[in-house]
């Protein structure tokens, strides 16, 4: 396996629009105080580990919509409710990567554990959200471990769990994406378990706006008060069609696939945000299919 799989995201500060409408002082303290009580909850969440496997996933699930509404943002789910089109079958999910709400979103929609990079786990609060949620950290400094990462990965598929990854391997303005790396795809050929597409698009009103990215030179405070502070955030979850083990021959087929069926997904109907300097807007967009 290669080193390529790694990839820099172009993307840097010139790809976040300019100032969209925010809400008033009050609203943005108000945000900030309720999601780090929402956060904070969640030691409690430990207790729902007690319960059978449905309400479970229920209180899981729940607790991140309610983190996630609580930085003022809105999710809208399209497609099927649910990543695992077979109960208890383990299936691979394979996201674009825009934000460090992008965990939250997917985890409302259905908790699974997700790959991340490892220095996410020292984030303030947060990385220990992210880390509760189950998520599996893979050291960018040491891709020897790799191996044995797609190994961890398709044991948990096998025994029936939904995993995700962020098939660019890095973060994305929301304008403009990467290719999908194959590496991590192929622990779904050993497992012999389906690939679940989905993507993530992050809109205001009647745009795409790319004020949740987390590029450039941004830390994560600087990307947290901006969504702190934006009115109307909405974060659309596409859940595509599943694809079944056997379509593709090697991981590179299998990531040409979900990158193929993503692709289809992007935004037409919706006009780009209003933005300064971002170097993508020229891009073509195709049309929206859901």
């Known amino acids: 396996?290669?080193?390529?799989?790694?990839?820099?995201?172009?993307?840097?500060?010139?790809?976040?629009?300019?100032?969209?409408?925010?809400?008033?002082?009050?609203?943005?303290?108000?945000?900030?105080?309720?999601?780090?009580a929402a956060i904070l909850c969640g030691a409690a969440i430990a207790?729902?580990?007690?319960?059978?496997g449905k309400q479970r996933e229920s209180v899981v699930r729940l607790w991140f919509h309610a983190v996630l509404r609580a930085f003022g943002v809105r999710l809208?789910?399209?497609?099927?409710?649910?990543?695992?089109?077979?109960?208890?079958?383990?299936?691979?999910?394979?996201?674009?990567?825009?934000?460090?709400?992008?965990?939250?979103?997917?985890?409302?929609?259905?908790?699974?554990?997700?790959?991340?990079k490892k220095d996410i786990k020292g984030w303030p609060v947060l990385g220990r959200l992210i880390t509760a949620a189950g998520t599996v950290y893979l050291d960018r400094e040491k891709l020897r471990e790799l191996p044995r990462t797609v190994a961890e990965l398709a044991t948990t598929?096998?025994?029936?769990?939904?995993?995700?990854?962020?098939?660019?391997?890095?973060?994305?303005?929301?304008?403009?994406?990467?290719?999908?790396?194959?590496?991590?795809?192929?622990a779904a050929l050993d497992a012999g378990v389906p690939v679940r597409p989905i993507v993530l698009r992050y809109r205001i009103g009647g745009h795409v706006t790319t004020q949740p990215?987390?590029?450039?030179?941004?830390?994560?405070?600087?990307?947290?008060?901006?969504?702190?502070?934006?009115?109307?955030?909405?974060?659309?979850?596409?859940?595509?069609?599943?694809?079944?083990?056997?379509?593709a021959a090697n991981r590179r087929e299998l990531a040409k696939l979900a990158e193929e069926q993503s692709n289809r997904l992007t935004s037409t109907e919706l006009e780009l945000a209003p933005s300064t300097g971002d170097s993508?807007?020229?891009?073509?967009?195709?049309?929206?299919?859901?």
């Open 1 to 36: 396996m290669s080193h390529a799989w790694m990839p820099t995201s172009p993307c840097g500060d010139g790809c976040v629009s300019g100032a969209p409408e925010e809400v008033n002082r009050f609203r943005q303290i108000w945000r900030a105080v309720t999601a780090v």
């Open 47 to 52: 207790l729902a580990l007690l319960l059978p």
């Open 76 to 116: 809208e789910v399209h497609g099927a409710r649910k990543f695992q089109e077979i109960p208890k079958r383990g299936v691979l999910v394979a996201s674009n990567h825009v934000s460090w709400l992008d965990e939250l979103a997917i985890d409302s929609v259905q908790p699974i554990r997700i790959v991340a």
């Open 157 to 186: 598929l096998r025994n029936g769990s939904a995993v995700g990854i962020h098939a660019e391997g890095t973060t994305w303005c929301g304008l403009a994406s990467g290719h999908y790396k194959p590496a991590l795809f192929q």
């Open 213 to 247: 990215a987390f590029v450039g030179s941004d830390t994560l405070v600087d990307s947290i008060r901006r969504v702190l502070k934006v009115k109307g955030l909405v974060v659309e979850v596409h859940v595509l069609d599943e694809i079944a083990p056997g379509r």
């Open 280 to 290: 993508h807007r020229a891009r073509s967009i195709t049309p929206l299919v859901a």
